[in-house]
Nanobody, 126 residues
Framework: QVQVVESGGGLVQPGGSLRLSCAAS????????IGWFRQAPGKEREGVSC????????YYADSVKGRFTISRDNAKNTVYLQMNSLKPEDTAVYYC???????????????????WGQGTQVTVSS
């Protein structure tokens, strides 16, 4: 059974850092692309970053470029999202998702993803 589980959220002050983890089970990271998404209260879910399962290409939303870094550890079957220089507007529930088998191309479109985690809350506040 394909599953992804997020962890690592919490409360952090503006300018601080957090690292989110997305642990995959039921598949390996060469199965399909994985993306990170977020949803703030009253807003639509949006793509934050994603990584291809074939060549490891990465993509970022303009709002997080230069601050967030996505990476993967194949040995741990885990994808990470390192978030630096956090801002209050980064506050949201962060979700990890993977596409169906064989879909290696990474996108920031929510509708391209088939399996979602339960989310982890990130709050940036002083």
């Amino acid at each position: 059974q394909v599953q992804v589980v997020e962890s690592g959220g919490g409360l952090v002050q503006p300018g601080g850092s957090l690292r989110l983890s997305c642990a995959a089970s039921g598949f390996t990271l060469d199965y399909a692309a994985i993306g990170w998404f977020r949803q703030a209260p009253g807003k639509e879910r949006e793509g934050v970053s994603c990584i291809s399962s074939s060549d490891g290409s990465t993509y970022y939303a303009d709002s997080v470029k230069g601050r967030f870094t996505i990476s993967r550890d194949n040995a741990k079957n885990t994808v990470y999202l390192q978030m630096n220089s956090l801002k209050p507007e980064d506050t949201a529930v962060y979700y990890c998702a993977t596409r169906r088998r064989g879909s290696h191309i990474a996108t920031l479109r929510t509708y391209d993803y088939d399996y979602w985690g339960q989310g982890t809350q990130v709050t940036v506040s002083s």
